[in-house]
């Protein structure tokens, strides 16, 4: 046998296991059953975090319930401004482009979740021009602007490079544990 | 640091629902009250905010310094009890200011931070630069 014939015996079987595979493979996929299952990943991911299902989140360690793109979430029991989450950002992080203000105002909210209450701190994020979407205003606990330290309507980007208001956020920062 | 301290306003951030009806533990009402401009650590934002951390306990050592803590506007005007605020005050004094504090220190009760608190500081800016300057001489 020379090396040609040898060659050629080796190419062919190559070829042959190939063409098994790949028929063996064909039979049991579908290019539209691929799609559809590929489509289905993508909206759901993009959907899920909509729905008002309870979701743990890592940081801050705490089941919850509802929309935070809706005005009625929980954290928000006295939030005035715009959500950083319609904004681009989420709850606890600034849109791109924008800066935190490490100067806040704090505020309780009670958790439907656990039924207990959470110190929130409403951070607002600076340096952009107002982003006009979800706007909210919910009072509890909210004072006249006379008496600024309690009134929502105070914009608090203090201590960042601009005063431009962006969003506002709602931090966790402790169970409201009571003495 | 006489315009950090000219600028001392201890403001208390709170809004919510429980804030007026439920008593936190010391922790709990100082991160409600005060922590929204001095930060949970206490480290602020000076000069417009000053630091709670270490020089608190200085200044309680100095003729005057424990009745001024109760007298800073954002402090009297804290919408807390007596009780509640001699709490606070005592928790900062020994969380952020455990290494300066005098060792015969006796933490604030709830009768001297209501009589402090009541007596409203009329000028608090010339009242602060009298204090600091016995407090400037105490550190020679």
Do not use: M, V
């Given at each position: 046998m020379t090396l040609n014939d040898a060659m050629g015996k080796v190419y062919g079987w190559l070829d042959t296991r190939t063409n098994a595979a790949s028929r063996q493979l064909a039979r049991h996929t579908s290019r539209r059953g691929f799609i559809n299952r590929m489509g289905t990943l993508l909206v759901g991911a993009g959907v899920l975090p909509l729905l008002p299902v309870a979701r743990a989140f890592?940081?801050?360690?705490l089941s919850e319930i509802g929309d935070?793109?809706?005005?009625?979430?929980?954290?928000?029991?006295a939030f005035g401004g715009t959500l950083c989450s319609c904004c681009g950002g989420s709850l606890t992080s600034c849109p791109p482009g924008a800066e935190p203000s490490p100067i806040t105002w704090v505020g309780t909210c009670h958790n439907p979740a656990d039924g207990k209450n959470y110190l929130i701190s409403y951070n607002d994020c600076c340096g952009?021009?107002?982003?006009?979407?979800c706007f909210c205003h919910r009072t509890e606990g909210d004072r006249p602007v006379y008496f600024p330290s309690k009134s929502n309507d105070i914009i608090w980007c203090f201590g960042t490079e601009s005063h431009a208001y962006h969003c506002t956020l709602a931090v966790v920062l402790s169970e409201a544990t009571e003495a | 640091m006489r315009a950090v301290l000219a600028t001392c306003l201890w403001v208390s951030t709170a809004l919510g629902t429980n804030a007026a009806l439920a008593a936190y533990t010391p922790r709990v009402a100082y991160l409600l009250?005060?922590?929204?401009?001095?930060l949970p650590d206490g480290?602020?934002?000076?000069?417009e905010v000053p630091d709670l951390r270490g020089e608190l306990g200085r200044i309680v050592a100095v003729p005057g310094g424990r009745d001024y803590l109760a007298r800073v506007p954002g402090v009297s005007q804290a919408p807390v009890s007596d009780q509640e605020l001699a709490e606070i005050l005592n928790w900062v004094l020994q969380r952020f200011n455990a290494k300066t504090l005098p060792v015969d220190f006796t933490p604030l009760t709830g009768k001297e931070v209501g009589r402090s608190r009541r007596n409203v500081l009329k000028d608090p800016l010339k009242h602060r630069a009298a204090l600091w300057e016995r407090y400037e001489s105490s550190r020679k």
């Open positions: 890592g940081a801050e360690g935070p793109q809706s005005c009625d979430y929980w954290r928000y029991c952009k021009a107002i982003c006009s979407r | 009250h005060c922590s929204g401009c001095h480290k602020s934002n000076p000069p």
